[in-house]
């Protein structure tokens, strides 16, 4: 069993140096949920501002998020629960170049709040992975299938020692793992690809001057 140093080290590790911006559910998080847990572990976290955790108000949702995005330099990794996991989802979509990838965990049936017509309806055009505590959330899993992302199921609470009542979600900071693991090699095949086509200019550049010099004309 890992100790709780190990636990807040492969979290920081699990973020590969990006900052995370933590959306709880409805009521907020209490200090021993996973994600509370996660927000003290991983550096430079923030958690969005509400000043009423129990309104399902869609737009004051989606401002805040939007709010602590602006506020932050540089983008960031949703990490979002429940109706937040909704929101979060719904901003990811009209602001890609603010986020780095979404964490999205037990995400609310949208059918409970009405908000069928609100949520994104095509692929979110982030990496992002939906994870289901309850096998039995086939809602949960339809979104995945309407959003095009990865889908895990995650039944498994391991607490760190001599600290039973708090949730580090082991597997939870695994599966984070993977996600950003995924998303780095993304960043690293634009890289290549834009690298290449750089190159492939100078080359066609350096070309077209050699010719000139010998007195001919390209093609």
Known sequence: MMTINEYSTELAC????????????????????????????????????????????????????????????EPVVLIAEGFGALAAASVAAEYPGKIIAAFLVD??????????????????????????RNQTDTKAALLAALWSTDLSHSISIEAPPHQSTIDYWPEGIRTLNRLIGKTQRKTDEITQARTKKILAYLRAIKQTHSMKQLGCQPS
């Open 14 to 73: 699990a973020l590969n140096g990006y900052r995370a911006l933590i959306v709880p559910d409805l009521g907020n998080s209490n200090e021993h949920d996973w994600q509370s847990v996660w927000e003290k572990s991983i550096p430079r976290t923030r958690r969005i501002l509400m000043h009423d955790w129990n309104t399902t108000d869609w737009v004051k949702w989606r401002n805040s998020i939007i709010a602590a995005l602006i506020s932050i330099d």
């Open 107 to 132: 995400p609310a049936n949208p059918d409970d709040f009405d908000l069928r017509k609100k949520i994104p309806k095509q692929a979110l055009p982030i990496p992002t992975r939906i994870v289901i």
